[in-house]
């Protein structure tokens, strides 16, 4: 078990719980939906203690260079001011959340989101140095926001019962946790969580 703390430096990022990651949307995150309760308690321990919370969202235009029309690799998903592109209904984002809005130029894929949002900046502003990453998808957005974060120099925790990946290819989660934590990231679940 490794134990780490809810410092007062520390922040929350939810990553990209929309509609289109979880079964039913467009590009479906196997068992995605499963993040949401668990998330909804890490929540709960950061607002219990008074600390930011960020849910960052994959916002595309219509015409989004990933997409397959384009020559991208996926479907349409997460389209600006659609269904897809909303917070899972049942995610308990606290009402001060700050939401991070990621790969809205159609002409670049951003699948961090520290890319081109000024989060790294926002964040520092708040006097955070320990982030904690969970959501969707451990593959893609996670592991890139991980990354990002910790050549940003924030100490990054990865939560692992709190993310699902796509696995395009078998073993791609496990060899995303793998980098996460060769860079530097820690690995934990709930009950490694110290509240104190
Ligand atoms: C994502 C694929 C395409 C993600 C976003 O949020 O992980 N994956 N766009
Ligand atoms: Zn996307």
Known sequence: MVRVGLTSWSALIVVDVQNDFVPGGALPVPNGHEV????NRYIEAFVGKGLPVIATRDWHPPNHISFKSRGGPW????????????????????????????ATDPDREAYSGFEGTGLAERLRELGVKRVFVGGLATDYCVKHTVLDALKYGFEAILLLDASRGVDVNPGDSARAIREMVAAGAIAITLDDLLVG
């Open 36 to 39: 949401v309760p668990i998330l």
């Open 75 to 102: 479907p349409p998903h997460c389209v600006q001011g659609t269904w897809g592109a909303e917070f899972h209904p049942e995610l308990k984002l606290p009402k001060d959340v700050i939401i991070v809005s990621k």
